[in-house]
């Protein structure tokens, strides 16, 4: 009896470094994956074929039991869906462009927040600095908070930190949306002395992962 497990690994973007790895299959035959995906929530679908008897599967699925033959040997497809663990995705985000917001202004952004995770090539510290066409000058000092949400049709960064107006200190609250190609990002940035951008991005990408 063959003993083989399909198996998923993430790493980062060079292949420098290991993000997380699992194996995938039943102890009781061979496993073996032949095809994977990745959605905007970091959920990797797996497909590939299996003759194990006590491959996992989940109540509701399309199909719970083993249709092959054994001794002699077919196998089943199999399609399975593997969320990343949590506290494991490598979370980072980065933007660079121009946004305009309802009334015409025209702002020029670029923001980075480091990955969570060790990456040698991630080599840009936090910081957030913006301009907008009527001689607005933004620059961050320091990121206090961090929050990601990615679902299936989006992905969003929300970074809250300190930084500095036009020469006086603010505290600030930045939100950027990357819709991929179904609609423009979005770009807004809201300081404490009452500022505020609310934009789409024209030109330039928002990258968040």
Do not use: W
């Not at 009527?134 to 049709?153: E, N, P, V």
């Amino acid at each position: 009896m063959f003993s083989n497990d399909a198996f998923v690994t993430m790493i980062n973007a060079t292949g420098s470094a290991l993000l997380y790895s699992t194996y995938l299959g039943g102890s009781l035959g061979d496993d073996m994956g032949l095809a994977v995906a990745v959605d905007r929530a970091h959920k990797v679908y797996v497909t590939g074929s299996t003759n194990a008897t006590n491959f996992p599967v989940t109540p509701g699925a399309y199909d719970t039991s083993f249709n092959g033959a054994i001794p002699v040997i077919t196998t089943d497809a199999f399609v399975t869906k593997v969320p990343v663990p949590v506290g494991e995705v490598c979370h980072r985000a980065h933007g660079d462009g121009h946004a305009v917001d309802g009334s015409g202004k025209k702002e020029t952004h670029h923001f980075h927040k480091k990955s969570s995770k060790y990456d040698p090539d991630d080599k840009e510290g936090d910081n957030l600095r913006s301009d907008d066409d009527r001689g607005s000058h933004f620059q961050s000092t320091s990121f206090t908070s961090t929050a990601y949400t990615i679902t299936d049709i989006s992905q969003a960064v929300t970074i809250v930190g300190t930084g500095v107006h036009n020469g006086l200190p603010v505290v600030f609250t930045m939100t950027a949306v990357n819709y991929g190609d179904v609609a423009p990002g979005v770009f807004n940035l809201t300081l404490s002395d009452g500022y505020a951008f609310i934009g789409r991005v024209i030109d330039g990408f928002i990258d968040i992962e």
